[in-house]
């Protein structure tokens, strides 16, 4: 017998790839004497890199912002006016940059992180049942975002990977997918995509984005764009181009682009604030906006948060110094890690462009494969690397890879000696000797 309703023994399953991360965070919070024994978890995708900076400024703002009483009282739960406003500004300015259809406040609702937002927004455009495409490899928490409660079925697309790394996706395969599911009388309701992407950090190009917004709109099916790490790009990378700017820089857009495209963002990344619990959605699809605002009770963002935020957004000196700052320092920590690991033979490494990740396939060693992995190998070097050695690294089983032995981990979440430490550590299970035979 339970206590719980078929629903909430539902909720108990979770996906394989959470136990041992929560196993991670566990560890983590335990007392060591001796440093070694410290767990250092690479998993998590936090950015620490200018946290000195942020604190700073947020430290003065809050300084001279009194507690208001307005504050006090029920608020605009879809999203502040201020904060709304100061979003839409920075979409306008530096990450959609369309001069045809600017942003509007209108069109955007705030809420407490990205994943709240996605889950809310699945809620109203699928049932349970329904099909969401999801090119792969892809952001790991989508299984939980679209899956946990909302009970969808995630159809991952496979990308072509290229020899220089970069990503492409072959529509025909896309069609075959998305075919074999409307066949079989499940209903495709959208495809959520991230540029630039995690877990590579590589950008797609204009081209690819296009082609899938393209299919999208000629199905009716909702494209969804996270653009989380949209202003984490490297300072040599090529520019970034946001979906929107693509769907929307035009005098004609395509019909269903308003319906159909949407824009997540939110503050956890490229400004390091995790924390701080702010996401984001563009959409001009007005069903769409009357639902969130309907819903954003249950997931908004506390209003003395928002003010704050929207301060350092409208502070156009310190962003623009932030972020250059950001953007070095993810390249300068990038480099140097990657050098590290092509030291000890790890050649196969995806070139990211952008974000904080790096992510390697751990079979090749100075090129050549060295070794056939199963999955059930892959999961024993995961948990070996977090019981043996104390670090957690990310498997590509997590990310819905299909070539087995990639690993992604994050270089921004500790300090670059820290990561260089944890690397270390798991170098000799990584790269075990091997035995030659005479």
């Known amino acids: 017998s339970t206590t719980l309703s078929d629903r909430g023994q539902a909720f108990l399953a979770n ?6 991360v929560m196993d991670c965070i566990k560890m983590s919070m335990q007392h060591v004497s001796n440093p070694a024994d410290r767990v250092i978890n690479l998993g998590v995708a936090e950015n620490g890199l200018c946290h000195v900076e942020m604190e700073e400024k947020l430290s003065e703002y809050r300084a001279d912002m009194l507690a208001d009483k307005a504050n006090f009282n029920y608020f605009q739960m879809e999203g502040i006016f201020q904060l709304r406003g100061a979003i839409a500004t920075l ?58 409660r909302q009970h969808c079925k995630i159809v991952a697309v496979p990308a072509e990977r290229a020899e220089d790394g970069s990503y492409s996706f072959d529509i025909e395969v896309l069609e075959r997918l998305y075919l074999a599911q409307t066949n079989n009388s499940r209903r495709v309701r959208g495809l959520v995509y991230t540029n630039p992407h995690n877990p590579s950090g590589v950008i797609f190009g204009v081209d690819v984005t296009r082609q899938l917004i393209d299919f999208c709109l000629e199905r009716k099916i909702h494209f969804i764009s996270d653009e989380i790490y949209a202003l984490s790009v490297f300072p040599s990378s090529p520019a970034f181009v946001s979906a929107y700017s693509i769907a ?25 604030l995790n924390g701080l ?26 209003g003395d948060i928002q003010q704050l935020f929207a301060r350092m957004l409208n502070d156009d000196v310190f962003v623009d110094r932030y972020l250059a700052l950001n953007s070095q320092r993810l390249e300068t920590t990038y ?29 090749y060693i100075e090129g050549k494969a060295v070794a056939d992995w199963s999955e059930e190998h892959e999961k024993h070097v995961w948990t070996s690397m977090l019981h043996e050695k104390k670090v957690m690294l990310l498997p590509g089983l997590c990310f819905g890879e299909a070539e087995r032995g990639w690993f992604r981990f994050c270089f921004t979440a500790t300090k670059l000696e820290d990561t260089l430490e944890a690397l270390e550590r798991v170098f000799p299970i990584l790269n075990p000797p091997r035995v030659i035979s005479l």
């Open 15 to 20: 996906p394989e790839w959470l136990e041992p």
């Open 335 to 363: 480099t140097a890690i990657v050098a590290r690991m092509r030291q000890e033979g790890f050649t196969k490494i995806a070139p990211s462009q952008a974000g904080m990740f790096v992510y390697f396939n751990a079979r």
């Open 248 to 272: 929307q820089d035009t005098t004609t857009p395509a019909e269903g682009v308003d319906d159909y495209v949407h824009i997540l963002w939110g503050a956890s990344k490229d400004f390091g």
């Open 91 to 148: 979409f306008n300015q530096r990450i959609c940059k369309t001069t045809e259809r600017p942003c509007d406040p209108d069109a955007i609702a705030i809420g407490n992180g990205c994943g709240p937002v996605l889950e809310t927004i699945i809620s109203c455009i699928a049932d349970a049942g329904d099909v969401i495409l999801v090119p792969a490899p892809y952001y790991h928490a989508f299984s939980i975002d679209l899956c946990k």
């Open 277 to 302: 619990r702010i996401g984001a959605v563009h959409t001009r699809n007005a069903e769409l906006m009357q639902a969130l605002r309907g819903l954003a009770y249950f997931f908004c963002t506390p």
